[in-house]
């Protein structure tokens, strides 16, 4: 049927409008298509700790305030150089990288292939050598952080099984940060341990550790001396067997005196035993009670031990990062601290026994743990701090508190707490309260009854409803 010319004039029009709006269709999904590349340039452009929201329960990407302030204030340039082979990069260790990136512009990230540059570990051979390990470099120091470093994993005894269980911690910031401070520092401070009296030496473990704290140890023999070193920042006394004499008393005293500081660890001190080491101590406003303690309350002990206090830790910038991380401290063999009367000190309680707690007077020469006529009542102090001026003293009464063993025990909260004490006093505050994050990831236990309710709530009735509503709207729909 041949169309008229009215007809013809309708069908150009409607083509004209089709492909005017095809235009505009094909325009809009041009234009939508180059605003969402832009958008994605411009967000990769920012940084990571803009475009990526911590929402891990442990915070894993979330920087201290502590690294903040150190990162931030650095006045030279850093390298932080992940060693990992392509395509095996750890992506929380690479997303915590550039969170330290982006807190200054002096900091800088990259990675580096070892199977392609193997040249780049040849001055870390002595080191823990794994992928993803980091190299935290300035233009003066440099440092290794393994990948053992940064994920740490804690061993401790189940005594219902007889067995080891472990646990993982993301230990990440603080080796990292440790690290930037480390190679940015014009001084490090120097901690002295006292010898010559039967001490008991660090550990390796303990001595790695506060060496990654950025402090330096050396041995100190003061018998040969007419003073402590200047350069001391701190003096650890590990359970010495004797007595130190009376003129290293005084040295010790007027090192207190001109700001010094020291970290004391004992033994159980006998009546009449230890006289000159009492000195330094009654200075600072301390002395020991008689006997070695026991619990008598069973949540505050090791359970069959009840020798092996588990104590109240009290708040103090050396324990409240043991506090908010949930720790326990284990004391083993322990001895009450007391406060002198009249002292000008400024004493506070870090450890403290339950009231159930009582002195065995006997002491290493007792028979039986339980309590007899003239043992004395609790509660004690097992660990204080004490300042007087500028002088600083902590004292740890317990044997075998700093040990492997025994710190193992409580996933390393003793050496924390010996850590703490010596930043603490080095006045390196930010090392105090980073410290690791636990992986442990907590699980929602939902009774049977409870979970058989949801189940028929969410598979039964819920469907059902749906259901129904559906017939209703398809009824309405079918009668309108």
Request: with cysteine; aromatic share 8%.
């Amino acid at each position: 049927m041949k169309r008229t010319p009215e007809q013809k004039k309708i069908a150009r029009q409607s083509r004209s409008r089709a492909l005017r709006a095809g235009g505009y269709s094909s325009f809009a999904v041009v234009l939508v298509v180059l605003i969402a590349i832009a958008a994605n340039m411009a967000v990769a452009a920012l940084p990571s700790s803009i475009t990526k929201i911590d929402v891990t329960e442990q915070s894993m990407y979330s920087l201290s305030d502590q690294t903040r302030r150190i990162v931030s204030t650095i006045e030279v340039p850093v390298t932080l150089t992940l060693i990992a082979t392509k395509g095996q990069e750890d992506s929380t260790v690479t997303t915590l990288l550039e969170r330290y990136q982006a807190l200054s512009d002096l900091v800088t990230v990259e990675t580096v292939d070892p199977t392609v540059t193997p040249s780049i570990l040849n001055q870390y051979q002595n080191e823990d050598l794994r992928q993803n390990s980091v190299i935290v470099k300035s233009e003066t120091r440099d440092r290794f952080v393994s990948y053992s470093d940064i994920y740490v994993y804690n061993y401790t005894m189940n005594y219902q099984t007889y067995s080891y269980d472990y646990t993982v911690d993301f230990d990440g910031e603080n080796a990292l940060t440790s690290a930037i401070h480390y190679v940015t520092s014009a001084d490090l401070p120097t901690v002295y341990a006292l010898t010559g009296h039967g001490e008991t030496a660090l550990s390796e473990t303990a001595q790695s550790l506060v060496e990654n704290d950025n402090m330096t140890i050396e041995d100190l023999s003061l018998l040969s001396l007419e003073a402590v070193p200047e350069d001391a920042d701190s003096i650890i006394i590990m359970s010495p067997q004797t007595d130190i004499s009376s003129d290293e008393a005084e040295m010790l005293i007027d090192y207190l005196d001109a700001g010094g500081s020291i970290v004391l660890n004992t033994e159980y001190i006998a009546s009449g035993e230890m006289e000159n080491l009492l000195t330094v101590t009654s200075h600072m406003g301390l002395t020991a009670t008689e006997g070695i303690i026991v619990e008598g309350d069973g949540q505050m002990c090791l359970r069959g031990y009840n020798y092996y206090l588990l104590p109240t830790i009290n708040s103090h910038d050396i324990t409240d990062p043991l506090i908010s991380g949930g720790y326990y401290a284990l004391s083993p063999v322990s001895q009450g601290i007391a406060k002198l009367d009249g002292t000008q000190a400024t004493v506070t309680s870090l450890l403290t026994t339950s009231d159930s707690a009582y002195a065995k007077i006997a002491g290493y020469e007792m028979t039986s743990t339980d309590k007899e006529d003239g043992d004395i009542d609790g509660p004690f102090d097992v660990a204080a701090a004490s300042v007087l001026g500028e002088g600083k003293l902590v004292w740890f009464a317990s044997a075998g508190i700093f040990t492997d063993e025994v710190n193992s025990m409580v996933s390393g909260a003793n050496y924390n707490l010996a850590l703490n004490a010596l930043n603490w006093m080095c006045e390196q505050a930010e090392s105090i309260s980073i410290r690791s994050k636990s992986l442990e990831t907590s699980q929602l236990t939902v009774p049977a009854a409870q979970s058989a309710l949801f189940s028929t709530l969410f598979v039964g009735l819920v469907p059902l409803a749906l259901l129904a509503m559906g017939l209703v709207i398809w009824y309405r729909r079918k009668r309108a």
